[in-house]
T-cell receptor, first 116, second 115 residues
Framework: NAGVTQTPKFQVLKTGQSMTLQCAQD?????MYWYRQDPGMGLRLIYY???????DKGEVPNGYNVSRLNKREFSLRLESAAPSQTSVYFC???????????????FGAGSRLTVL | AQKVTQAQTEISVVEKEDVTLDCVYE???????LFWYKQPPSGELVFLIR??????QNEISGRYSWNFQKSTSSFNFTITASQVVDSAVYFC????????????FGKGITLSVRP
């Protein structure tokens, strides 16, 4: 099983450029998430999608947009990248809330983004 | 709003020592989940345990044990006889149990186990 797959693994952008981080899961999970990890800050939620067709803001949504394309895919877009968005980004998914492993997140391998 | 505090930022121990990682949480809800995740130097995040708020039994899994105390809002993690492979960043997290619940993470504790 691939689990959660994120692309790209590494990306360097210039300030003002745009890019999309792609995420796909093959576990038939309902919910999907985007977190960012910065030194000393832990993992902070950017956006999440509780189910196909819905998205909600997390703790740090400014400067980002998301699309839940279908049940499998959840993309994160930076429209105009800023140096403050230099971070490691993690996509995650979790099964429905009535499942045995409800709220247990499975994470992708992470995407390291540098904005110059 | 939910909050998770991991007051220890870095811990260094010598192999075979026992070490306890502290986690204190805040929530006004009566039903919730608590979690621990491990992030080894390779960077992936690995799920270790989920505990339901109404289950205060301590849990032991090999060298790992977890102490959940609602009275002090704590969910501490102990590694017995630590090994070099335990070196990692450890995150405690909290979520509510209803729909649209999401995990709130602490800032993590970096554990270094020296040979």
């Amino acid at each position: 099983n691939a689990g959660v797959t994120q692309t790209p693994k590494f990306q360097v952008l210039k300030t003002g450029q745009s890019m999309t981080l792609q995420c796909a899961q093959d576990m038939n999970h309902n919910s999907m998430y985007w977190y960012r990890q910065d030194p000393g800050m832990g993992l902070r939620l950017i956006y999440y999608s509780a189910s196909e067709g819905t998205t909600d803001k997390g703790e740090v949504p400014n400067g980002y947009n998301v699309s839940r394309l279908n049940k499998r895919e959840f993309s994160l877009r930076l429209e105009s990248a800023a140096p403050s968005q230099t971070s490691v980004y993690f996509c995650a998914s979790s099964p429905r809330t009535t499942a045995l492993r409800a709220n247990v997140l499975t994470f992708g391998a992470g995407s390291r983004l540098t904005v110059l | 709003a939910q909050k998770v505090t991991q007051a220890q930022t870095e811990i260094s121990v010598v192999e075979k020592e026992d070490v306890t990682l502290d986690c204190v949480y805040e929530t006004r809800d009566t039903t919730y989940y608590l979690f621990w995740y491990k992030q080894p130097p390779s960077g992936e995040l690995v799920f270790l345990i989920r505990r339901n708020s109404f289950d205060e039994q301590n849990e032991i899994s090999g060298r790992y044990s977890w102490n959940f105390q609602k009275s002090t809002s704590s969910f501490n993690f102990t590694i017995t006889a630590s090994q070099v492979v335990d070196s990692a960043v450890y995150f405690c997290a909290l979520s509510l149990t209803g729909a649209n619940s999401k995990l709130t993470f602490g800032k993590g504790i970096t554990l270094s186990v020296r040979p």
